[in-house]
């Protein structure tokens, strides 16, 4: 079959391909479990934790105020999950990213780790913090 427009004449239905063989780019890693948290963590303090699995965390930024160059601190309270009622007014919490949970929820509240405490039981010089035998 022939189409109407003198320049397409040449050219035939059966030589135009409806569907695209055109692949999607391959991922640079198919099979990886790699999660990128492009968010910086949020750390905050519980202020609240009366309602049923669910904590209200201060968490305090500091932003430079852009007329007087100023850094200003910005405190924000936020709603976080907190599935076994394990936070109490005072704790330190990190907040993560997660589905919304309710209108105001959309954090998950996980325990604070220090980053600058070591790791594996040592003390800052060097010396493992083990109990004493006449402790026991």
Avoid: W
Avoid at 81 to 91: A, I, L, M
Avoid at 114 to 133: F, I, M, R, Y
């Amino acid at each position: 079959m022939l189409l109407s427009n003198p320049f397409l004449q040449s050219l035939s239905l059966s030589n135009l391909s409806l569907t695209s063989s055109a692949k999607p780019p391959p991922t640079p890693f198919p099979h990886s479990r790699l999660t990128i948290r492009a968010l910086k963590p949020i750390h905050g303090k519980v202020i609240c934790h009366t309602n049923d699995k669910t904590v209200n965390v201060r968490v305090i930024r500091y932003a430079i105020n852009p007329k007087y160059k100023k850094r200003m601190r910005v405190v924000k309270k936020l709603q976080a999950h907190d599935p076994e009622n394990k936070f109490k007014v005072g704790d330190l919490v990190t907040l993560e990213r997660c589905r919304p949970i309710s209108k105001t929820k959309h954090h998950i509240a996980v325990p604070y780790v220090d980053p600058h405490t070591p790791k594996g039981g040592e003390s800052a010089d060097g010396v493992l913090n083990l109990p004493l035998q006449s402790a026991q």
